[in-house]
């Protein structure tokens, strides 16, 4: 038994290298769809439905992840930096979630 660099290397012989091939022409791109236009609809609208759920649910988010942070100040532990950066973290999720509610910028429109 010996490591494979003790072994004898097979000699392996290569094919000669391909003849030179001409230069492959790329086919011309098709054209037979219409050039879209620029004004299209979102992809996907903001419906009422929609905005209630994402943004109850990231209510609901911001709160849990509060209420979790503010569970050991219940019980007499003084916070700590994570613990205050965890109440803002969570009270910025509850407020991404009103401003999905909102809507301040009117984007949103109602689909009928």
Do not use: H
């Amino acid at each position: 038994m010996g490591s494979f660099a003790s072994q004898p290397l097979e000699t392996v012989k290569v094919g000669a290298p391909p003849e030179a091939a001409p230069p492959a022409n790329p086919a011309p791109l098709q054209t037979s769809e219409a050039p879209t236009s620029p004004e299209q609809p979102p992809l996907f609208n903001n419906c009422w439905s929609c905005r209630v759920v994402s943004g109850a649910g990231l209510i609901w988010a911001g709160g849990y992840v509060y209420w979790v942070a503010r569970k050991p100040m219940k019980l007499g532990y003084p916070p700590g930096p994570g613990t205050i950066a965890q109440m803002v973290f969570g009270i910025s999720i509850a407020c991404w979630g009103v401003v999905i509610l909102s809507d301040p910028k009117g984007k949103a429109f109602r689909v009928a």
